[in-house]
């Protein structure tokens, strides 16, 4: 339900109960604004999961090739290169 159609059915419930004094219609308008809205998650979800980025960074730090790398984790080249840029694992 969008929240646009909650507000209206707040609303309507509201009038229904200040002119009947309705115990079900008070009991069900304390219960609605007791609830939140649906959370929407912002951005893009994850291609890929902490394990498949955790690998990268241990195959990586064991010497294996960019290309092998992508290859073993089903990654593009361009994942594996861009998240190694972003997130450069200590070599020392």
């Given at each position: 339900?969008?929240t646009?159609e ?45 394990e ?8 990586y ?7 092998r790398?992508a ?12 998240h190694l840029?972003g ?6």
């Open positions: 339900m969008k646009s909650l507000e209206k059915l707040k609303q309507l419930l509201e009038k229904y109960s200040d002119e009947l004094s309705s115990p079900e219609a008070a009991k069900l308008l304390g219960q609605l604004r007791n609830t939140s809205p649906p959370k929407k998650n912002a951005g893009r979800k994850r291609k890929y999961s902490d498949t980025i955790k690998a990268i960074c241990a195959l730090l064991s010497g294996t090739s960019i290309r790398i290859e073993i984790t089903g990654c593009s080249v361009g994942y594996v290169h861009s840029k997130h450069k694992p200590e070599t020392t």
